[in-house]
């Protein structure tokens, strides 16, 4: 059998711990026998991050605007446990912080849907993905302890020295205070996010803000999200079947609990944070979760939602057995492949993609999975496989 071609490379972002390990066993049983694998490699791995002062973290970005996409896995971001145990020269920052500095994007989650892992919400017939926007807010506000009667106020001073002003309150006692802010161009670039992936996926978008509330701050959101929604996506959203519908947020909220699903949550960036919680746990397992960084330039950058499941690597590193579920691991690699397919017209290499991902489904659905979900799934008598025995039933499909 000939291997599948590519023309044109997937940056590759090899990671730490467990899932480093089932990285490879993907690569080997998965991959390396049916595609001539054309990546671009960098090592993201601790290890090599500290040897080259994280150099290689910002290349490997730099690289995914070149190529356009990438497929990422989790590696561990530093903090003081593992500058000893790694022996770091410094606490080098989250690499998916940097990444998505670089690239300036949007995070989109949203849950693999098999039967016999089934949501808690049973109307959910679809999967429905959180689009989280990544900047500002809460996330960089300013807070302070107010002690007793004074006033507070915004101020804002021009460039010509002029000054604005608005009264927050006058306290008669003590208070709390807090200021927050958000940016017209992130705030736009997440709107081009949402409705590119929207037209990517063919799914419709539903966005929320508390705009009657907040006139101002999140009426921009909502403004901002209506004036490129009409400039530029109207016409396509109609020839592709698809719709962009805005609410209030309490409101979104009670539709989600009574919808079938299937559709594109944007969400301001704590609603994201709470919401894509609750989300995932309600679909059953964060290891049955996908994620994508999609940049306003249209680059991808596809990972695993959850981290390097370093409880298992130890056991792993004594000699133990593991059950480490790979499916999220292997769906990053399957989106960045139809991705490249596409964006290279090379429809063998999409079609690979989609069979991985059903042999991947069909290997859960006839009860042969990773002890994680063996323990929820509705199938009677599951058969609980160790990492590489999974994979290699997957393989025996595929
Ligand atoms: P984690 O890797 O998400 O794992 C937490 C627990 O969740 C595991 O111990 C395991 O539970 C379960 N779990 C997660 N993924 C699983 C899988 N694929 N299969 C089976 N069980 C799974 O979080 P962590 O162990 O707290 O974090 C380890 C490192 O990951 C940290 O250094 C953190 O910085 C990094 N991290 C990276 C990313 C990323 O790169 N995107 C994201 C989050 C965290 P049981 O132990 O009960 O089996
Ligand atoms: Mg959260």
Avoid at 79 to 94: H, Q
Avoid at 109 to 121: Q, Y
Avoid at 288 to 305: I, N
Wanted: proline residues 3%; glycine residues 6%; aromatic residues 10%.
């Amino acid at each position: 059998m000939d291997k599948i071609k590519m023309t044109t490379p997937i940056v590759e972002m090899d990671g730490d711990e467990m899932t480093r390990i089932l990285w490879q066993m993907i690569k080997d049983h998965l991959l390396l026998p049916y595609i001539d694998l054309n990546t671009e490699y960098y090592d993201l791995g601790l290890e090599f991050r500290d040897k080259t002062n994280d150099q290689v973290t910002i290349d490997s970005a730099n690289a995914t605007k070149k190529y356009k996409v990438a497929v990422k896995c989790a590696t561990i971001t530093p903090n003081a446990d593992r500058v000893k145990e790694y022996n770091l020269k410094e606490m080098w920052k989250s690499p998916n912080g940097t990444i998505r500095a670089i690239l300036d994007g949007t995070v989109f989650r949203a849950p693999i849907v098999v039967r016999g892992i089934e949501p808690c919400v049973m109307n959910w017939k679809k999967p429905i993905t959180i689009a989280r926007h990544a900047y500002g807010d809460v996330y960089k506000g300013s807070e302070m302890k107010i002690p007793g009667t004074g006033k507070v106020e915004l101020v804002y001073t021009a460039e010509d020295g002029s000054e604005t002003r608005e009264l927050v309150h006058s306290f008669n006692g003590p208070g709390i205070v807090q200021g927050m802010h958000n940016l017209n161009d992130s705030i736009e670039s997440f709107a081009r996010s949402c409705f590119n992936y929207a037209l990517d996926t063919c799914q419709d978008v539903w966005f929320a803000t508390k705009d009657t509330i907040s006139k101002k701050y999140d009426h921009t959101f909502k403004d901002i999200f209506q004036d490129i929604f009409e400039a530029d996506y109207e016409d396509k959203f109609k020839e592709a079947g698809i719709t962009y519908f805005y609410t209030l947020i309490d409101d979104a909220v009670a539709r989600v609990m009574k919808s079938e699903g299937g559709y594109i949550w944007a969400c301001k960036n704590y609603d994201g944070d709470v919401m894509s919680d609750m989300i995932s746990s309600a679909f059953g397992s964060l290891a049955m979760m996908t994620s994508v960084l999609v940049s306003p330039d249209g680059d991808y950058e596809y990972e695993a939602a959850h981290g390097t499941v370093q409880r298992h690597y130890y056991k792993h590193l004594k000699g133990e057995e593991t059950s480490t579920n790979s499916v999220a691991t292997i769906f990053a690699w399957t989106g960045a492949l139809r991705k490249r397919g596409e964006l290279d017209g090379n429809a063998e290499l999409a079609a690979f993609a989609d069979k991985l991902e059903q042999a991947t489904i069909d290997t859960i659905e006839a009860g042969e999975m990773t002890k994680d979900l063996a323990l929820i799934t509705t199938i009677p008598n599951p058969t609980s496989l160790n990492s590489e025995e999974f994979i290699k039933a997957i393989a025996k499909r595929l």
